[in-house]
């Protein structure tokens, strides 16, 4: 089957070492006290001005950066929002912001569409707004993200609606499945929740319980992953990369520090105040150390029968045990979980289970169609 | 005459690109995708050429006797090629017609 851009796209970056997303927090600040935050609980420094961070875009454009996700924090407390957009623009990124809505009124959905913005992700938990509030500590909230989803939609403005599953949520996502159906956003949905960026592990505290695990991946916005795992071949250890960190992925904090990914808090790779972004990127040994680990390196991975399952992850395991290739409990849970929900899924549909068989089978599934959910592109 | 001064005026022609693209220049190949992330295009070497020349302002006659003095190839040849790319790259949204 012939690559499609966008795979070619990805092939590319990884194989030249093109940054070709990029992810930016422009602040760390929020007027949410979400208990599964993963944005450290102590942060000093200032952050980087509107002409650093425009400089840091335009050294992003420059080394082929496309696919640019502006965060935080939330992001609409940037007062120069605007301008950074405005350059953004300017320099023919795809841009998508991360936001939970509540600042966003009429101006400011004029102002993303005079921006081009491509996309704009909202934190949505629930559609009871005593389950979204519980979650996000701020009354009236879930109102304003459900009126910011309106105006944006209405606008023509693409949504995403995101929804982490902790123990306050979980075994509520049909209905919230249901809802951006219903509007049709697509809704991405991940019961995976990680320590803070600064390693701290009190966010685990809300993850679902271990034991109802399997029961939120056998919800149905998780379907079509279900059918693409049951016909996933085995997992290969060979020399191909866990995934794009520092190779085609970096991450710049509110500061300027640079990371090969927003969740290797610690693992500095330098700050874009003290050396050009493009020098950090093509030198940086901290960079080249991780461009350097491959699947075939996960020692502790390659006899585990959950191995198919697993989306392993760098930096959870740095922020867990200060290594890049130690799984830790969590990985390990998410991964049991997935297999035990595809085996249940299986014993209750067979017809699922003669397909997820089927040498040949259906594409379906494995691109998120057709059920309302849409997997990241592999980047 | 009718078709040389057709072709003539085309060939002063300024495209733009569209508002509604990001577009990046990797390993000589231009990805172009549109904004909403719906439609993606490839360039092969010669088109991403092409697509610099447009959005370093040139109008087509100044793409066509930069790639023939480039590629040594026959004027009339390289702007039919230039004039057929152009007008699916409009027809497909990437570009537009700028001022003359």
Redesign the interface.
Known sequence: MPM???Q??SQ??R??N?P?SAHIDTTYRCNFICEHCILPSQFGGTELSTVEVVKVLEDL?AL???FLTLSGGEVFLRKDLDDILAAA?RL????KLYTHGNFIDEARVAMLLAR????VQISFYSIDPCVHEKITRVPGSHAKSLHAIDLLVAAGV?VVLACPVTRYNFGSTKELTDFAKSRKIPIKISPQIQPTYSGELHTLSVATPSCELPNVYLEPWNESTLYALAKAPAAKFDDSANCGAARSTVYINPIGDVQGCALMGGLSAGNVRQRPLADIWRSSDVLKQIREIARKDREDCKRCENAKYCSFCMANSWQVTKTLLSPTASMCEQSNAKRLAVEEHKRRLPIFAAMADDPVGRQRGENGEGDGTEPEPDL | MVGEKTQASASRCRYE?S?????????G?A?L?T???AL???LNGTATRILELVLNDKTTDEIVATLTAEFSGAPDAILRDVDDLMTEMVSRGVLVKGGG
């Open positions: 499609t851009p966008l070619a796209i590319k970056a194989a030249l093109v070709i454009a082929g950066t496309l623009d023919r990124f795809c841009t081009h913005v491509s996309e693409r | 690109l508002p509604d693209i990001a577009w990046r220049k990797i390993g190949e990805f995708i904004r909403d992330g993606t295009h490839r």
